[in-house]
């Protein structure tokens, strides 16, 4: 064989360059971390393959797809040096640089791209089993008991700013609101980048799981199930509902002060349209407050007209918690003294 092949933990300890060979619309989906999609074959040639290989059979599709591959091939080897070129420093124990080649099931293309590759010398690996068996192994990572500790605390008590002092002091943590790329809540899109696909939220996760010592705590913030279109994996949103919570405390001040902060930044257009997704919950008064307030960038009557709501979401949310440790923060600096009082609780 002119290729090889590799179990998947193996597959990811080396170094190199990372390739997904499979189509656009497939990458989008879901692909690991770090990978540079380099497609045989684009979405409509795909569709075309494999609208042949059930009509007509395997034979006449891989005959197609051949078709496709010559025409291309010289696009195709242009793209892999230029990806294999930026990673010119970095050679394994033998010299030998490591193109790492992965499509959907370890199949033909994978095999293809690396047997073009063996032509020039460059030693590809493939991934047996292919995104199918990163996928199992990204949905099992969820199975694992995991000693978490949620961080909960009403809106504007700086939840993130918590996680991420945690983070900086090099506790394990996970934003799951930075992998959403979303906050939770109907302003929480606002200057952020678009959503992933919840597959790849999902290999996101799993990736920074199998950084950690699970025996170790491992910080996250209390979310709902779903954050904007991202849905927390069932078996790790299970654990967080039963894991140790620390709910932090702080004044109405503190809190309006942190939305303030995080809200005013924004564009009015963008504030209103936010506003007017939420305002059957919110009544007309305080949608109409909320609406001119922003208007008049009267800040802490815009926080203020919406904080009562979130306020009783996050009650509803917390009822039947249990195993709740309570953390006052009223008028504190989220700085290292803060970890002491953390330590102390759990």
Avoid at 98 to 123: D, F
């Amino acid at each position: 064989m002119y290729f090889k092949r590799k179990e998947l933990e193996k597959f990811r300890s080396f170094k190199g360059p990372l390739i997904d060979v499979r189509s656009p619309s497939e990458y989008y989906k879901g692909h690991l971390p770090k990978s540079i999609n380099i497609p045989l074959f684009d979405n409509d040639e795909r569709s075309i393959i494999g609208t042949i290989y059930k009509k007509e059979g395997r034979e006449k599709a891989v005959i197609e797809g051949l078709k496709f591959f010559e025409k291309k091939m010289e696009l195709l080897l242009d793209n892999l040096f230029m990806s294999i070129e930026s990673y010119k420093t970095i050679i394994n124990k033998n010299n030998e640089f490591l193109v790492r080649i992965y499509c959907s099931r370890g199949g033909m293309r994978s095999q293809s791209i690396a047997w073009l590759l063996e032509k020039y010398k460059l030693n590809p690996i493939t991934l047996r089993g292919g995104y199918k068996i990163y996928r199992r192994w990204v949905l099992d990572s969820f199975s694992k008991k995991l000693n978490i500790v949620v961080i909960g605390g009403k809106t504007g008590t700086g939840k993130t700013r918590l996680l991420s002092l945690l983070d900086k002091y090099k506790y394990q943590t996970i934003d799951l609101e930075g992998f959403a790329c979303h906050r939770g809540s109907t302003f929480g899109g606002l200057g952020m980048k678009e959503q992933p696909s919840n597959e790849q939220f999902e290999n996101n996760i799993a990736e920074k799981l199998n950084s950690f010592k699970c025996s170790n705590n491992i910080f996250v913030e209390a979310e709902s199930a779903n954050i904007g279109k991202c849905k927390i994996p069932h078996e790790l949103f299970n654990q967080m509902k039963h894991s140790k919570r620390i709910e932090i405390l702080r004044s109405e001040s503190n809190r309006l002060d942190e939305l303030i902060d995080t809200y005013s930044v924004f564009k009015k257009e963008e504030l209103q349209e936010s506003v007017l997704r939420i305002k059957k919950r919110l009544g007309p008064q305080r949608t109409k407050i909320a609406l001119e307030s922003i208007n008049n960038e009267k800040w802490d009557l815009v926080c203020r007209s919406v904080l009562d709501y979130y306020d009783k979401c996050y009650e509803f949310e917390k009822v039947g918690k249990t195993n709740i440790k309570l953390l006052d923060l009223t008028d504190k600096k989220y700085d290292e003294r803060i970890l002491e009082l953390i330590n102390n609780l759990l």
